[in-house]
């Protein structure tokens, strides 16, 4: 698989985990940060629908 291929970091460079163990840039959690590069892409999508999830709580 090409680099091109892989599903990107949400990572936005803001790296600070909250108390519940989520970064208050990209919201992944700790874990899901640091298994990110030995994750798959469909590991990574899942990850990212997580995120998605946990922004629009933040948003509220």
């Not at 208050?24 to 892409?41: A, H, K, L, S």
Request: net charge neutral.
């Amino acid at each position: 698989m090409k680099v091109a291929d892989k599903v990107r970091s949400p990572c936005v460079s803001v790296c600070a985990l909250d108390e519940n163990d989520i970064c208050v840039g990209c919201q992944r959690t700790g874990d899901e940060i640091f298994r990110w590069t030995t994750m798959t892409n469909e590991e990574r999508r899942d990850v990212l629908v997580k995120v998605a999830e946990r922004e629009k709580k933040v948003a509220i």
